[in-house]
């Protein structure tokens, strides 16, 4: 019976993930026919992007704020602004935030700002709210939970400074559970690599005619950087997850950018994953 059982699951399983893959690939299909005119508009954003904000939507994650804002403070390349969005968490994380903001003298190299929702919208939404807000012309997006290696500003924007023609750039990420984790190994890429030696590949709208599964562009979303025009450009974040491309609102947004433009990803990480806690309790995450 227990076989019998587990193979049955193991059926389901994957023709569940067929029907992903097929749903994923004709929605993909529709996206290009209908933003194949935003392919013209690629050479419009700054070819020289002068500054960077970061953006945290932050629920439920207040015992995780302090590590957060602490690899944000250590930044060799201070962002010019960092819009934090509540996004009416239960928690102290307005408190929480104001305080590690103190801590860490944060207001002395960089803008800050606290967005507060007035009921919980989700990840997808908090985030295009706090990137409404931004002045920069390049967002940089950070998990509440998270942690950014001490120059993944300085790599984001030396690599868009460098390849022109880029309108995102990205990188993989370590794993951890437990923050004593994070003191064990190098946090800044450009001790280790040149910027034009880091090891990086492009992936071009006509690649994602080869995409069959999500992870066909497997890019981090803590460190992910972009151009506010081009976000714009493909109607930001979707909250409506009947309307994605995949159902998770991160990737569902980088495979949309990726029909339009052109995005590169680096083979090394640039921010550290916490494995135990969840973005936003699954509201339109």
């Known amino acids: 019976m227990g076989f019998g059982q587990e193979f049955i699951r193991g059926i389901r399983r994957r ?15 529709m996206l290009r026919a209908q933003h194949r005119r935003h392919l013209e508009a690629r050479d419009t954003v700054p070819h020289s992007p002068d500054k960077l904000t970061i953006v945290v939507p932050c629920y439920g994650h207040s015992k995780f704020l302090r590590t957060m804002v602490k690899s944000i403070a250590a930044q060799t390349l201070p962002p010019d602004e960092v819009v934090f969005v509540n996004d009416n968490s239960p ?40 990137i409404e807000k931004a002045t920069s012309d390049v967002i940089m997006v950070l998990n509440d939970d998270d942690y950014l290696f001490h120059d993944a500003v300085a790599v984001a924007m030396k690599v868009l400074r460098m390849r022109s023609h880029i309108h995102m750039v990205g990188g993989q990420c370590i794993v951890f559970a437990d923050e004593r984790y994070l003191e064990l ?7 280790v690599w040149n910027v034009s030696e880091l090891p990086l590949k492009e992936y071009h709208p006509v690649d994602t005619l080869k995409y069959k599964r999500p992870n066909d562009l497997n890019i981090t979303h803590s460190g992910c950087s972009f ?10 974040y979707w909250s409506e997850k009947h309307k994605r491309v995949i159902s998770y609102s991160d990737r569902d947004f980088q495979l949309r950018f990726n029909v339009c433009f052109p995005i590169a990803i680096l083979d090394v990480p640039i921010s550290c994953w916490r494995s135990n806690s969840s973005v936003d309790a699954g509201i339109n995450s």
């Open 185 to 191: 190994f190098n946090k800044e890429l450009l001790k």
């Open 91 to 130: 928690d102290a994380t307005v408190e929480t935030l104001e305080a590690c903001i103190a801590e860490f003298g944060l207001n002395s190299r960089t803008r800050c700002v606290v967005v507060c929702n007035e009921k919980n919208l989700g990840q997808a939404a908090s985030l295009n709210l706090g």
């Open 227 to 236: 151009y506010k025009q081009s976000w714009r450009a493909v109607d930001g």
């Open 15 to 29: 023709a569940f993930g067929l029907t992903v893959q097929r749903t994923m690939r004709r929605r993909m299909a």
